[in-house]
């Protein structure tokens, strides 16, 4: 007994050897040093897996030339029987958007829907978000659940509770037959006006959470300040209010506004496929026509359409941080 102790010590002692510590150190120093490096990474990673990767993989759709088989498009690089690469590009799919109409007349109204529809939730938003910043602390947690309290329920289940309420012997109509302000039922449902109402009821608390986010952080002793000057309440909010908020005036805009444009269940169910958006003619395109490297081309342009704006105002926005420097 006492000689496999002893054999056991002997192991112990001999065999084992400490982890290098220099290494260890080496390695948490650099990992203190670089940590906000690697902190970005991780977003980068995210985008670069799940957004560039799919935006290169559909352009590259985009660029083929359109076949009857599975997938129905053409590769892009194919060998031919000398050992030459080809590479065939075909830019047709993106002239063709500006030839027929009905692209064009989709992108308009796509756009015009969905501006149409931010500037409403702008004008009901922005007096909601400041009702909820001025209220108590209480009544404002109360008021920020009710905002949140819809993206408890399904979204299909509130577009289809809209259908109930917009057809001819729903809600709506019921109430302005019984007050008598109207006759007979009056078309609602499948009308542009429905999908109005689809897309602000959806999209008002994407602007009204951006606009309290930023109304939250205002220095109210500036508008005191201004009222012992002996400016009137409207000169204070064109003057102090809406300058300082035009941060979250814009984020709120973006979260709508990009969105609402390639927006495609609320035009089918409420607009009864009488109101074209893009959001259709992608669907169609893709699964009806099968044709997806027009289809591919829609969405890039479409993409182009939202992103570009958006990159020349992050540009103008930095230019002037660089002039105020």
């Given at each position: 007994?006492?000689?496999?102790?002893?054999?056991?010590?002997?192991?112990?002692?001999?065999?084992y050897?400490?982890?290098?510590?220099?290494?260890?150190?080496?390695?948490?120093?650099?990992?203190?040093?670089?940590?906000?490096?690697?902190?970005?990474?991780?977003?980068?990673?995210w985008?670069?897996?799940?957004?560039?990767?799919?935006?290169?993989?559909?352009?590259?759709?985009?660029?083929?030339e359109?076949?009857?088989?599975?997938?129905?498009?053409?590769?892009?690089?194919?060998?031919?029987?000398?050992?030459?690469?080809?590479?065939?590009?075909?830019?047709?799919?993106?002239?063709?958007?500006?030839?027929?109409?009905?692209?064009?007349?989709?992108?308009?109204?796509?756009?015009r829907?969905?501006?149409?529809?931010?500037?409403?939730?702008?004008?009901?938003?922005?007096?909601?978000?400041?009702?909820?910043?001025?209220?108590p602390?209480?009544?404002?947690?109360?008021?920020?659940?009710?905002?949140?309290?819809?993206?408890?329920?399904?979204?299909?289940?509130?577009?289809?509770?809209?259908?109930?309420?917009?057809?001819?012997?729903?809600?709506i109509?019921?109430?302005?037959?019984?007050?008598?302000?109207?006759?007979?039922?009056?078309?609602?449902l499948?009308?542009?006006?429905?999908?109005y109402?689809?897309?602000?009821?959806?999209?008002?608390?994407?602007?009204?959470?951006?606009?309290?986010?930023?109304?939250?952080?205002?220095?109210?002793?500036?508008?005191?300040?201004?009222?012992?000057?002996?400016?009137?309440?409207?000169?204070?909010?064109?003057?102090?209010?809406?300058?300082?908020?035009?941060?979250?005036?814009?984020?709120?805009?973006l979260?709508?506004?990009?969105?609402?444009?390639?927006?495609?269940?609320?035009?089918?169910?409420?607009?009864?496929?009488?109101?074209?958006?893009?959001?259709?003619?992608?669907?169609?395109?893709?699964?009806?026509?099968?044709?997806?490297?027009?289809?591919?081309?829609?969405?890039?342009?479409l993409?182009?359409?939202?992103?570009?704006?958006?990159?020349?105002?992050?540009?103008?926005?930095?230019?002037?941080?660089?002039?105020?420097?």
């Open positions: 007994m006492s000689q496999e102790n002893n054999s056991m010590a002997g192991f112990n002692t001999s065999s050897k400490l982890p290098n510590t220099s290494l260890w150190q080496k390695l948490s120093h650099k990992l203190q040093k670089n940590w906000k490096s690697a902190v970005i990474f991780i977003p980068f990673f985008l670069l897996l799940f957004f560039l990767a799919p935006f290169f993989i559909v352009l590259k759709i985009s660029l083929s359109a076949t009857i088989a599975s997938p129905p498009y053409l590769p892009m690089v194919s060998w031919l029987d000398e050992g030459i690469v080809q590479i065939k590009i075909v830019i047709d799919n993106f002239a063709y958007l500006w030839e027929d109409d009905l692209y064009v007349d989709t992108y308009i109204n796509s756009v829907i969905a501006g149409v529809s931010t500037f409403i939730c702008l004008l009901l938003g922005y007096p909601i978000a400041y009702a909820i910043v001025r209220a602390q209480t009544t404002k947690n109360i008021l920020l659940l009710l905002i949140i309290l819809p993206f408890w329920t399904s979204f299909l289940l509130r577009v289809y509770a809209w259908i109930g309420l917009l057809s001819d012997q729903g809600s109509n019921d109430l302005l037959l019984y007050i008598g302000i109207i006759d007979e039922p009056i078309r609602l499948y009308t542009q006006f429905a999908v109402v689809g897309i602000v009821y959806t999209y008002l608390p994407f602007m009204i959470l951006p606009l309290y986010a930023n109304m939250e952080k205002l220095d109210l002793t500036l508008l005191e300040a201004a009222s012992d000057l002996g400016s009137k309440p409207f000169t204070t909010f064109l003057t102090v209010t809406l300058p300082l908020t035009i941060p979250g005036i814009i984020a709120g805009s979260l709508v506004f990009i969105p609402a444009t390639g927006e495609y269940v609320i035009p089918d169910l409420l607009g009864g496929g009488n109101v074209l958006m893009i959001g259709r003619v992608l669907y169609n395109e893709f699964a009806a026509n099968f044709d997806w490297p027009v289809a591919s081309a829609v969405a890039i342009a993409l182009l359409v939202l992103v570009l704006p958006m990159m020349l105002y992050q540009r103008i926005q930095a230019q002037e941080v660089e002039a105020k420097q």
